[in-house]
């Protein structure tokens, strides 16, 4: 299976999900998710809530090696709309990863739901990146993720 490919469907089968439950910590005070197929394995691991930080990670083969992954740093500007805008902006944009022609390592360019709007941007490809993604609601930043990443040699 494609990286790509598998990226999109870990992703959509992990926290953006809002019904799938998470696995055990991987370190003291972690939440985390994985997701496998085809001899490929996703985890995500983060910390914190309205701020917070994490990283995801494709390991690939028997071996289980590291081939690709993600650092992630993220903070909600206005403390009231926390779990508001992760359930009305957040997961729901997280959930179109791969609709649109941005690199698939969060959501889609553009997203609106209600008065919020999603926008996330990207500079380079699946082997080196980073990106920002950003809430809006009514048109006021509640939130904003850096992200860098790229493949593991």
């Given at each position: 299976?494609e990286?790509?490919?598998f990226?999109v469907?870990?992703?959509q089968?992990t926290?953006a999900?809002v019904?799938?439950?998470?696995?055990?910590?991987?370190?003291?005070?972690?939440?985390?998710y994985e997701?496998?197929?085809?001899?490929m394995?996703y985890h995500?691991?983060?910390?914190?809530?309205?701020s917070f930080?994490?990283?995801?990670?494709?390991?690939e083969?028997?071996?289980k090696k590291?081939?690709?992954?993600?650092?992630?740093?993220g903070?909600t500007?206005d403390?009231s709309?926390?779990e508001?805008?992760?359930d009305k902006?957040?997961?729901?944009?997280?959930m179109?990863?791969?609709?649109d022609?941005?690199?698939p390592?969060?959501?889609?360019?553009?997203f609106?739901?209600?008065?919020?709007e999603?926008t996330?941007s990207?500079?380079?490809?699946?082997e080196y990146?980073?990106?920002i993604?950003e809430?809006?609601?009514?048109?006021?930043?509640?939130?904003?993720?850096?992200c860098?990443?790229?493949k593991?040699i």
């Open positions: 299976m990286l790509k490919e990226l469907k870990a992703k089968a926290y999900n019904n799938v439950e998470k696995v055990a910590a991987s370190r003291r005070g972690s939440n985390d997701y496998s197929e085809n001899g394995i995500d691991t983060y910390f914190g809530g309205t930080m994490g990283e995801e990670v494709v390991y083969g028997d071996s590291p081939i690709w992954g993600m650092n992630y740093y903070v500007l403390q709309l926390s508001e805008a992760m902006a957040l997961r729901p944009a997280l179109k990863v791969g609709e022609d941005i690199l390592v969060r959501g889609p360019k553009y609106i739901n209600d008065n919020y999603y996330f990207v500079d380079g490809n699946l990146f980073e990106g993604e809430i809006r609601k009514d048109g006021k930043l509640i939130y904003k993720l850096h860098t990443g790229g593991i």
